[in-house]
């Protein structure tokens, strides 16, 4: 495209949810705040974002959600008890997560969705283009997926959403992208989505995963949506509106990504996840492979 889009520097991360499948752990605890070996999961997420470079962070929280905010804040106890010690690595770790982002905060309220979500997103993005990151979804920060997201968005206008193929049995658990190809191996033209489909109806098996780059006309479409399965107001059929008429944000694009994904909304994934991530540290990795390997071939 001929014109200049405006550059991206915004992304919202919706955190408000209840994290039931985590209970007990996270009857007082938010789920984001588990933590992915010695980091919570929405650390992650907002290294990500700052990666590729989005330095303006609005979190949507709800109640009890509190220690999300208490992270990313300054902690002059800790880090004045850590400097009397001399710990100066534990230090700068617990410094990390104060100067990553400007972050910003806003109550969701009624837990209506993620269409709703984003919506209460709108007064702080305004008329620009912004991001959305699902907590539940972490991108190994090896793999460049919103980088490029950014980059597809940056020059081709419209939204983009992140895709990933999944096995015709699991369909149902995802948004569902009908795609077409263009002259770009990882880049599909989005011409409609659905929702959660039966996996007999669904027209691929291209899934959408937690990662969105999308056009301000959204929250028009947002404002008039209708609640729709399960009682939400889905993200997914504002994003289908816009597919299926460009003249409204511009088109959809999808980029298809083949990277490293842990999907920590899951007791399982999470799991893995963790036993992923630590396998590969440095300081962690070769006694933690030493311990893992001994622990399947005699425990197992």
């Known amino acids: 495209m001929t014109q200049s889009l405006p550059r991206i520097s915004k992304a919202v991360i919706p955190a408000a949810g209840l994290g039931t499948r985590f209970l007990p752990a996270t009857k007082a605890t938010p789920k984001e705040m588990l933590p992915v070996v010695d980091k919570p999961a929405i650390q992650y997420v907002v290294e990500e974002a700052v990666k590729a470079g989005l330095g303006d962070v609005l979190m949507i929280t709800g109640r009890n959600k509190r220690p999300l905010e208490d992270h990313f804040d300054r902690n002059y106890e800790l880090e004045e008890a850590l400097t009397r010690k001399g710990d100066e690595e534990r230090l700068s770790k617990v410094r990390e997560s104060n100067d990553l982002a400007t972050m910003h905060y806003v109550r969701q309220g009624d837990p209506r969705g993620l269409g709703h979500a984003v919506l209460c997103a709108a007064p702080h993005v305004g008329e620009q283009p912004f991001a959305v990151l699902l907590g539940d979804d972490l991108i190994d920060p090896r793999d460049a997926l919103l980088s490029r997201m950014v980059e597809v968005r940056e020059r081709e206008g419209g939204s983009v959403v992140a895709l990933m193929e999944v096995e015709p049995s699991q369909i149902g658990l995802y948004g569902c992208a009908a795609v077409e190809a263009t002259v770009d191996a990882d880049v599909v033209k989005v011409r409609d989505l659905v929702e959660k489909p039966d996996p007999g109806e669904a ?8 990662r969105y780059v999308l056009d301000p006309a959204v929250f028009g479409i947002l404002r008039e949506t209708e609640p729709g399965r399960g009682g939400e107001i889905q993200l997914t059929d504002a994003l289908q509106k816009l597919a299926q008429d460009e003249r409204i944000g511009g088109p959809v694009h999808g980029v298809v990504f083949k990277g490293r994904r842990y999907d920590t909304g899951d007791r399982g994934d999470y799991l893995r996840a963790i036993v992923r991530l630590a396998c590969e540290r ?15 071939s005699e425990e197992m």
């Open 282 to 296: 440095e300081d962690l990795g070769p006694d933690f492979r030493t311990w893992l390997r001994s622990y399947v």
């Open 203 to 210: 027209p691929s098996n291209y899934a959408v995963i937690g």
